[in-house]
């Protein structure tokens, strides 16, 4: 089974703060994203990068920006945290060839951040 | 402007109920549709992708059909564990490597014992 991992289930920061959320997958995915979930607007891409330092703005990048050093593993980073970025984000990974049968993408269990 | 909604937001049936939820696009040049489902707190879980209108994925009590506009999840006898939000997403041929998925907002499913 494909596994995506979020390092933080959790978190709570303070306004302006730095905060660094984590995503390993380990099937080898080369196309791998983040999502930002928000009740009555749904997911919504943030990034997504389809190969080592390779990423593309998604629909909402500003205040966000993302690292992708090893196959494996994509960040998401809030260089200052403001209040309007409390929410539920999901990283999710999927294989390039996408148009064979099974190849969706798969989502990790989310982290929820809230910023006081 | 590309779209899908999904309808209604929410459902409530008594358990063996039957039902359908809906799931509407307004682009041409499909690439996929996918049906997921999510449980309060966690992330989406995979349930089916369907490519051509006509196709149809069946998984337990849980049925998937496309058309050329719109995709319905049937739900057959339902049980109180069949309680989720169901997602529905869209995959347009954008440009690159981004094949980009357009998710629906939900449709929030409880089954009531």
């Known amino acids: 089974d494909v596994k995506v991992t979020q390092s933080s289930r959790y978190l709570v920061k303070r306004t302006g703060e730095k905060v660094f959320l984590e995503c390993v997958q380990d099937?080898?995915?080369?196309?791998m994203f983040w999502y930002r979930q928000d009740p009555g607007l749904g997911l919504r891409l943030i990034y997504f990068?389809?190969?080592?330092?390779?990423?593309e703005k998604g629909d909402i990048p500003e205040g966000y920006s993302v690292s992708r050093e090893k196959k494996e593993r994509f960040s998401l980073i809030l260089e200052s945290a403001s209040t309007n970025q409390t929410s539920m984000y999901l990283c999710a990974s999927r294989p390039s060839v996408v148009y064979k049968p099974g190849n969706t993408i798969y989502f990790g269990e989310g982290s929820w951040l809230t910023v006081v | 402007e590309d779209q899908v909604t999904q309808s209604p937001e929410a459902l409530r049936l008594q358990e063996g109920e039957s039902s359908s939820l809906n799931c509407s696009y307004t682009v041409s040049g499909l690439r996929g549709l996918f049906w997921y489902r999510q449980d309060p707190g966690k992330g989406p879980e995979f349930l089916f992708t369907?490519?051509?209108a006509g196709e149809e994925k069946e998984k337990e009590r849980l049925k998937a059909t496309l058309t050329k506009k719109e995709s319905f999840l049937h739900i057959t006898a339902p049980k109180p564990e069949d309680s989720a939000t169901y997602l529905c997403?869209?995959?347009?041929?954008?440009?690159?490597?981004?094949?980009?998925?357009?998710f629906g907002t939900g449709t929030l499913l409880a089954v009531q014992p």
């Open positions: 990068s389809y190969d080592v330092k390779m990423k």
């Open positions: 997403a869209v995959q347009f041929p954008y440009g690159g490597a981004t094949n980009k998925l357009i």
């Open positions: 099937m080898d995915h080369e196309n």
């Open positions: 369907l490519y051509s």
